[in-house]
C-alpha cells in the first residue's frame, strides 16, 4: 500500500531474495526504478542477475516485494502478467522451424492472437514495428533454425519488443551479436525505454553499459553493490571492488567510456 499522496515508484523491488540449491543468489535486493528508463544490471559471474530477472519474471520462488505501478507481479492473473512483462531469456533456445516471423508474432500471444499467421491489425503493427526495431524483417520467412546464432538472437528480440510491454526484461541481450548489430540493439533498447517502458537488460559488456544505459546497477554476490548513473555505478572505486579490475575510462560524443583494461 502506498500512503495517499505519496505516488509509487513505477518499478520497486523490496527485500528480494532468491535461494537456489540451499544458497542465498539474490540477497535483500532493494531497487525503486522510473518509467523511460534503459537500466543495465551488471556483475561478476554468478552474482545473481539472472536469478534477480528470472524472480522478476515470475520463474523462480522469491522472498520479498516486486510492483509495476503498485501491483504486485504475483497477484497478477498470468495473461496479464504476460501483458506487463516481457523477458528475453539468456541464450533465447529455438527448437521448431517456424519462420522467423511467426517466432516474432509469438510475443502477441498475451494480446489473444492463437494463429501467428493470422494477426489483427495492431498485432501486425506491433510485429512490423519490433521486426524493424532489430533489422530483422530480411529475415522474416527464413526458419529460425536455420539463422545464425546473432540473427536467432535479434528474432528473439522482436518476439520481446512485439509484446509492448512496460517493462521489458533482457539477459544478455547482445551477447551473440557483431558490433553493428549490438549498437544498434542497445539504441532500440534505449528508444524502447524513451517510448515509455522500463527495460532491464544484463550484460557483461561495460562499454555498451556506459555508452547507452540511463542507469546501472552493479550485484555482486547477490547483493546490491552500487545503482546510478554509469559515473557512478562504474567508478574506479566499484570496478576494482567488485571485478577486480581496471578500466579505461574516457568520454566519446559527450558519453562516459569505460573499457575494462587490466586485472588489478
Ligand atoms: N538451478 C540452480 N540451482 C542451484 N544453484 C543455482 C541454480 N541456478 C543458478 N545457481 C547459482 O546461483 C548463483 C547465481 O547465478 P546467476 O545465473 O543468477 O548468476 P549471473 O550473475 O547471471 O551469472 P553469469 O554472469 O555467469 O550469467 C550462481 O552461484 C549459480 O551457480
New binding site residues.
Partial sequence: MTAPGVTAPFFEIAGLSVA??G?T?VDAVSLALPRQALVGIV??????????LRAIAGLVPHAGRIALEGAELAALAPGLRARRVAYLP?GHPMHWPLPAREVAALGRYPHGVRDPARLDAASEAAVLKAMRLTDTLSLADRPVTELSGGERARVALARVFAVEAPLVLADEPTAALDPRHQIELMAALRRTAEEGALVLA?T?DLALAARFCHHIVV?DQGRLAASGPASEALSGAVLAAVFGVRAFEGRQDGLPVVVPWAVL
Fill in positions: 537456489l540449491g544458497r543468489v556483475g561478476p559471474n554468478g552474482a545473481g542477475k539472472t536469478s534477480l539468456q544484463v557483461h550485484l
